[in-house]
DNA sequence: TTATATATATAAGATGATTATATATAATAA
DNA sequence: TTATTATATATAATCATCTTATATATATAA
């Protein structure tokens, strides 16, 4: 049985792996990368990103260090060790996925 | 820009391409064949697949046909024409998600 | 005759995402 | 120098989707 979670939430998935590759990175930073490298395919907004990473945050996936850039304040986010684990067991999920639904949408049947 | 709705929304895809494959299903059936293609990796919920097909159904895409089994009513879907074309742009819109996040979850750059 | 399989349907609740709004600094263009 | 755009984080209202629970009824197998 796929988590049902995988069904919606690849957002939480594609933050972690960024982080899993990039060291520490921050929100705003992110929404950047993705759109990078998506070639603007898709457009994190803030209203969704921030609320996912402190809940990430909360639960012990990610922790934050505050750096001052001038007065403007930025939160960088790294992985914790669980976070870690986490992220490939994600990932794994996300392709054990899209392995399924790729069978189920490909072939044409009698 | 992918559509969001594919981000959560692979439940409708799977409805429509199934009806595309397999001519006209009833929505029981339609739990059956996803669980069998599946190997029992997706199950979908009846609270979830009914208020689908009535959405589809309600927005033209899909047509019904009420049988008798016995005494039991059974309710045939089929696509209509429109439903035809626009589960083929569903179908590759969850192909172009999944190359782009292949793409964003596979690659462990610098 | 009792449990399981077939068959459809809706309502309550949870979750996750969008849109709107708020606040503030830094850099660039007019 | 002033207006606009980019940087940066955050929350609330709203909407869509999915899960879980519930309801109803027939058919079949143990």
């Keep these: 049985m796929i988590a049902n979670d995988l069904l ?10 960024l982080l ?11 929404t950047k990368k993705v759109e990078e490298l998506s070639t603007g395919k ?11 990473l402190h809940k990430l945050e909360a639960e012990g996936h990610i922790a934050t260090e505050v750096e001052y850039i001038g007065k403007r304040v930025r939160k ?3 992985l914790t060790e669980t976070g ?3 992220t490939e067991q994600k990932v794994d999920e996300f392709f054990d996925f899209v392995n399924t639904l790729t069978y189920l949408l490909k ?3 009698a």
Tied chains: 1, 2.
């Design 8 to 17: 919606k939430g690849t957002l939480r998935t594609i933050v972690l792996k």
């Design 20 to 30: 899993a590759d990039n060291g520490r990175m921050y929100g705003y930073e992110i």
């Design 42 to 52: 898709i457009k994190l907004t803030f209203g969704a990103l921030y609320p996912v």
């Design 76 to 78: 960088y986010y790294t």
């Design 84 to 86: 870690r684990s986490w």
């Design 107 to 109: 072939p044409t049947p």
